[in-house]
Structure formats: C-alpha cells, structure tokens
Nanobody, 128 residues
Framework: EVQLVESGGGLVQAGGSLRLSCTASGFAFDSYAIGWFRQVPGKEPEGVSCISSSDGSAYYADSVKGRFIIIFDNVKKTAYLQMNNLKPEDTAVYYC?????????????????????WGRGTRVTVSS
C-alpha cells in the first residue's frame, strides 16, 4: 500500500519562506511522479509542482515559477517543496500526490483526480 506522509506548512508573512516535505512508501518500483496540489475553498485542486523520482525532471505551475523549488531525496524517498517569496495568494491547503503512471510534466496536463495516492494535506497561510 502506497502511503504519503506530509509535514511542513504553517503561518508566514508575505515574502517569507516555508518548506513542505512528503515521504513516500509502498511503491513497487522507484519510478513515480510526486508533487503538490493546493486547494482553496470552492475550487478544485491546482497543480503546483511535481518531480519525477527517477530523473529529477520537474514541473512548476506558472504562478510559482521562480519562487518554488522541488527536489527529491532518493535515499529518504522524500520530496521537498521549498516555497520562497510567499504571497497571500499562495494561501491554501497543500496536498502531496503521487502516481507511478505519470511523468512530472503530466501535472500540467491531466486532472487532479488522475493521481491515485494522496497525503492528508497541510495548511499554508500567508499573511499580508
């Protein structure tokens, strides 16, 4: 059984930084895409960033390019999302998601419900 365990998040002022982490276990193979969606009330989850565990290729939504960095630690099987220069519009619940069927770039192309494995979510609040 695939499990995703998240940590990080919290409250920060605009311009500040936070780091999210997501540790994966239970994948049969070492090749999968892992990343984060975020959701605000009344809207569907939005893909933020994703990375391929096998080659480190990454996807970033236009809204976070240049501010967020995603990396994958292959030993710890953990993805990290470093979020810098945070803005109030980054406020959301962030969900880690993973699926062995997709590449990292697929996050920008396919609906969120194509990802089979999800974490519980962590809240990020950015005050102005």
């Amino acid at each position: 059984e695939v499990q995703l365990v998240e940590s990080g998040g919290g409250l920060v002022q605009a311009g500040g930084s936070l780091r999210l982490s997501c540790t994966a276990s239970g994948f049969a193979f070492d090749s999968y895409a892992i990343g984060w969606f975020r959701q605000v009330p009344g809207k569907e989850p939005e893909g933020v960033s994703c990375i391929s565990s096998s080659d480190g290729s990454a996807y970033y939504a236009d809204s976070v390019k240049g501010r967020f960095i995603i990396i994958f630690d292959n030993v710890k099987k953990t993805a990290y999302l470093q979020m810098n220069n945070l803005k109030p519009e980054d406020t959301a619940v962030y969900y880690c998601a993973a699926d062995a069927s997709w590449t990292a770039q697929a996050m920008g192309l396919i609906p969120y419900n194509n990802y089979r494995h999800w974490g519980r979510g962590t809240r990020v609040t950015v005050s102005s």
